[in-house]
């Protein structure tokens, strides 16, 4: 007789959502302001807040190990540095204009607008003043690391392990027992946040029995929206850039790419893993796109790490989302500095289960946002999850197809025949 299978956690995730979603209901229905509900509410919002500060417990040491191990293992740019720097171009410019076209349909669409969920604050909300353009260049630099790091500044906290990562290179072999102490201590965050991520259901059951409580089922229509939101930008971003950018700097044909890319997409989707769809996209872009081999072996499993396209449109999503949420108003500079945030959160971010989710709460935080929304996108995030990670897969094909072409030795038979024996019969 076959063992019953074991739950995994997204399973448990929408466990936890949908009993706190009839939670809530029955006790909307009792009536928020009876005596039990209001003894009760405040116990159910203890669960979450439990889980939120855990994650923010996570989030500083997580991303400072994370940026620092990532640029100190990069020595490879110095042997390939036309390689690196072509690299490092593309997935700013992907980056870039996919998370603005996020904040952009954020903006058009309103995901979040149309119900105002400020009453669960009520007394203790306090909005912070975003920084102009210049004040946030000038704040990539931390005057005082540990005060930074002590407030959770996700963007000192990043330039500082920048700098960091590119110290121990520059130290060589003298660095490397400092690197291998970092890299240690970044699977041990991985450990930490695999241990922190247990608890996501007790959390996502507390948070969304407060908030349906308070609000009743119809908090439901914006998280559909944002939904929408978040799979569009990412269609837009697959369909629009990534062609844009295969016809003019990859020089090749985007619907036969995409139609060799489609097996690391699917797995992408459906494991919501870039690490478990990155052995068939080396197999993919040498055997079958014309990507040298020495170009495939730098360029994905970089992209794999710090080339997070569909997790950087979540981010400038779910702010926008949170912001309409609580009626706050962001201006046009404020959202461009929060496309520039969070373009440097998804080349910085570890390639982790929940990264995305984690990174978000800290992006809030430091906007001044309250977090109780979050909830109602932990419930549904492994859904964007799956378009987020695939979009990310892809994107890593389509910059190591840009870079091969770039560097002219993209072998454009084996793209064109489909293989490095058709190539060689033809030649």
């Not at 396209?309 to 461009?336: H, K």
């Not at 982790?352 to 996108?377: C, E």
């Not at 990310?392 to 197809?401: K, P």
């Amino acid at each position: 007789m076959s063992k019953p299978k074991k739950l995994r956690l997204f399973h448990k995730i929408f466990i936890g959502l949908f009993l706190g979603i009839m939670a809530g209901a029955i006790l909307s229905a009792i009536g928020k302001d009876e005596p039990f509900v209001t003894a009760l509410v405040p116990w159910l919002g203890l669960l979450g807040d439990i889980f939120l500060r855990l994650i923010r417990m996570i989030v500083v040491p997580l991303v400072l190990f994370s940026i620092i191990s990532g640029v100190a293992n990069l020595s490879e740019i110095r042997k390939l540095r036309s390689v690196g720097i072509k690299t490092l171009f593309c997935f700013m410019l992907t980056g870039f204009l996919s998370i603005g076209t996020g904040v952009v349909m954020a903006n058009i669409f309103k995901p979040g607008a149309g119900l105002n969920i400020t009453e669960l604050n009520a007394g203790e909300v306090v909005i912070r003043e975003l920084p102009t353009v210049f004040e946030s260049i000038l704040g990539l630099f931390p005057a005082n690391i540990f005060e930074s790091l002590a407030q959770g500044e996700m963007l000192h906290i990043i330039s500082f392990g920048i700098f960091c990562g590119a110290g121990l290179l520059l130290m060589g072999e003298r660095g490397r027992p400092i690197i291998d102490l970092v890299d240690r201590c970044s699977e041990m965050m991985y450990k930490v946040v695999d241990i922190v991520i247990e608890f996501t259901p007790i959390g996502v059951f507390g948070l969304m029995a407060k908030a349906v409580t308070a609000f009743g089922v119809g908090i439901f229509g914006p998280v559909f929206k944002f939904i929408l939101v978040d799979y569009g930008a990412n269609i837009f971003t697959v369909a629009v850039y990534y062609s844009l950018i295969l016809y003019f700097i990859g020089k090749v044909d985007p619907i036969k790419f995409f139609k060799k890319a489609f097996q690391s997409w699917a797995i992408a989707f459906s494991t919501c893993s870039s690490a478990a769809a990155l052995p068939v996209a080396m197999k993919i872009g040498t055997n079958e796109m014309g990507i040298p081999k020495e170009t495939a072996s730098f360029v994905l499993p970089l992209g794999a790490t710090a080339n997070m396209n569909g997790t950087g449109i979540y981010f400038g999503v779910v702010v926008m989302f949170a912001a309409q949420l609580y009626g706050i108003d962001i201006s046009l500079s404020q959202q461009i500095m929060l496309v520039l945030t969070a373009t440097m959160l998804a080349i910085g971010c570890a390639a982790a289960p929940q990264t995305g989710l984690i990174i978000s709460i800290a992006l809030l935080t430091n906007l001044g946002i309250p977090l109780d929304g979050i909830a109602l996108i932990a419930g549904v995030y492994r859904i964007v999850d799956q378009i987020h990670t695939s979009t990310n897969s892809v994107g890593d094909l389509v910059v190591a197809v840009s870079v091969a072409s770039l560097e002219k030795d993209l072998n454009r038979e084996i793209f064109k025949y489909g293989g490095i024996l058709k190539a060689k019969e033809v030649s």
